[in-house]
């Protein structure tokens, strides 16, 4: 991968950081379900949010 700019570093760091605060708030909301459908797309999409956030530090 070429050498990031300066720009480019802090705007992967914010989306991580993003990304890393939606994983946590849809883990709460699944925890807060008494649905297990809705309790199981809260889980699966903090799934994908952490699976997302360990794809970008990778690119760092």
Do not use: W
């Not at 050498?3 to 760091?13: A, F, H, Y």
């Not at 807060?32 to 809705?38: A, L, T, V």
Request: one cysteine or more.
């Amino acid at each position: 991968m070429p050498n990031l700019t300066r720009k480019e570093l802090i705007s992967i760091k914010d989306l991580v950081s993003a990304h890393q605060i939606l994983v946590s708030k849809l883990n709460s909301y699944s925890n807060s379900c008494q649905s297990p459908e809705i309790k199981q797309m809260f889980q699966s999409a903090a799934g994908e949010a952490k699976q997302s956030a360990q794809s970008l530090i990778q690119m760092l």
